[in-house]
């Protein structure tokens, strides 16, 4: 159809104006799709003013303002900069008007996501309505993981990516690389395998997950034993369907797919609560395990907020995370485990210090430095939960993960917390006295160029070197040893 020019020139002009007139002023949710049939959506409030847009991104912790928000000609512009780790991250949004909707573009340093901004409300924005939450007691021991746990975890590698097949050859590739036969059991499914609740309320899982009964028994038929990951908020971390309000409806859901294992993320939750009460809502689902009869594993999640080591073991919690993420660099890794050794004396039998999981492999640390990440959480009493391929590692990422030497010092049954027995510029010797009355020590370098370190023997006269699998002779009552950049020598004297 040809319309008239005068038309065509009037719907112009009608364009244009509805344009120029169109306020979006008000709550809106950015629905991005994660492609296994969810939407992450973040909320946001916007004022316009003329052609200036302000507001903020509404997310769980705080307010996160826009700035050089703009609303010209159909459309819409803004950034948003937040501080993360000492680090500014802009994320850049772009848009065109569509109707009701914005069709958006966000640009983050290492993502660009597509998605639609719809009208939403307060309501929709606001966290739901506060629960009450239980009186405290001491949630009974489940008598499990009486040395740390050893296994496997998606999230390091995999992210968002993780998915059935995935899963089962992880298990498949635990048994074939011999990680199952140094001891690793656990193959834990972090977030993003989440669906929304069904009509009774029940979580389902999105399509990467068509079975998880079936996964489970899967990895059972191995010998090993399966996990998985939520929040007590009403969101995870990733955004998904969280436990909020199902909390014993979640735990036997868990328990009648065949689950032996629960990281549980704070995240959302702190839209709810206060970090004072975490443990009251970690306690509420501590009993909920409990109560489904089966053993399973509860990792609290909470980035070791609160002296978390000091009610860990109180509500129930096996382990329980001590920091914030770990990266895949020395420099995060370094930081995180160097700071573990004050708190080493709250780790026990059954309830342990989770510095977050191995990183082994993934391709951003030399071998000196992951054979300092392995050597220090196994002198840590660390859970070790490789967060690699499994599938194709290389033949030194795998002797490293099965080293039986250094995964003894991590299972000693004894649980005698490390040592720094001496600190010099940065060099540390670490110790840990072991059941057998022999004892581990690590020589660490943290510096950026090999340095000679010395450890006097204290009429230790067998020496193994941990990593060279040899016998050391003593010259004397002590030991000179050259240690390499960001490296370790591991020993066990006896
Ligand atoms: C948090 C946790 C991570 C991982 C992600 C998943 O960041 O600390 O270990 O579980 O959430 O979204």
């Given amino acids: 159809m040809v319309l008239p020019r005068r038309t065509l020139v009037a719907c112009l002009i009608l364009a244009s104006l509805l344009i120029a007139q169109t306020d979006l002023t008000g709550f809106w949710v950015f629905r991005v799709p994660t492609g296994d049939g969810n939407f992450r959506d973040l909320f946001f409030e916007w004022k316009q003013t003329g052609e200036t847009l302000t507001g903020a991104a509404l997310t769980d912790s705080r307010k996160l303002p826009i700035s050089r928000g703009t609303v010209k000609n159909g459309k819409v512009h803004f950034t948003i900069v937040r501080v993360a780790e000492n680090r500014t991250v802009t994320s850049t949004y772009d848009g065109t008007l569509d109707g009701k909707r914005v069709q958006m573009t966000a640009v983050r340093p290492d993502e660009t996501v597509h998605g639609v901004f719809e009208r939403s409300t307060p309501e929709a924005a606001a966290p739901p309505a506060r629960l009450p939450l239980p009186p405290l007691h001491d949630v009974p021991d489940n008598g499990l993981v009486r040395t740390p746990p050893l296994g496997w975890n998606s999230w390091n590698k995999f992210a968002g990516r993780v998915d059935d097949k995935t899963v089962r050859e992880m298990a498949d590739a635990m048994v074939a690389s011999g990680m199952k036969a140094a001891g690793y059991v656990y193959v834990n499914i972090d977030d993003t395998w989440e669906g929304q609740r069904d009509a009774k309320g029940n979580i389902t899982t999105n399509r990467k997950f068509p079975d998880m009964k079936a996964l489970a028994d899967y990895v059972h038929s191995k010998g090993l034993k399966i996990g998985i990951y939520s929040s007590p908020g009403p969101k995870t971390c990733a955004g998904y369907e969280g436990s909020y309000g199902h909390e014993q409806q979640d735990a036997n859901t868990y328990a009648a797919w065949g689950f032996d294992y629960l990281k549980y993320d704070w995240c959302s939750a702190s839209r709810i609560y206060k970090d004072e ?93 992951y054979r300092t990440h392995m050597s220090l959480w196994a002198l840590l009493a660390a859970p070790l939960l490789a967060g690699n391929d499994l599938r194709s590692m290389s033949a030194e990422t795998r002797a490293m993960l099965v080293n039986a030497e250094v995964i003894a010092i991590d299972q000693d049954r004894a649980a005698q917390p490390v040592q720094l027995v001496s600190e010099k510029g940065s060099s540390e010797v670490l110790m840990r006295p072991l059941g057998d009355h022999s004892v581990a020590v690590g020589l660490f370098n943290r510096g950026s160029s090999a340095v000679e370190m010395s450890v006097s023997l204290n009429g230790k006269t067998h020496i193994r070197d941990l990593w060279e699998h040899r016998d050391v002779p003593a010259a004397g009552d002590g030991l000179k040893a050259s240690v390499p950049a960001h490296g370790v020598v591991l020993l066990r004297l006896k």
């Fill in 277 to 369: 009460e975490m443990q009251p809502v970690y306690q509420k689902m501590g009993d909920a395990l409990l109560k489904t009869g089966r053993p399973i594993v509860f990792s609290l999640c909470q980035y070791g907020r609160n002296d978390v080591w000091k009610w860990g073991a109180k509500v129930g919690g096996n382990l329980w995370r001590t920091t914030g993420d770990i990266g895949d660099h020395w420099k995060s890794m370094d930081e995180i485990g160097f700071r573990q050794i004050a708190i080493a004396p709250f780790a026990k039998p059954g309830h342990w210090n989770d510095p977050d999981m191995l990183e082994v492999g993934n391709g951003g640390m030399t071998p000196d430095e």
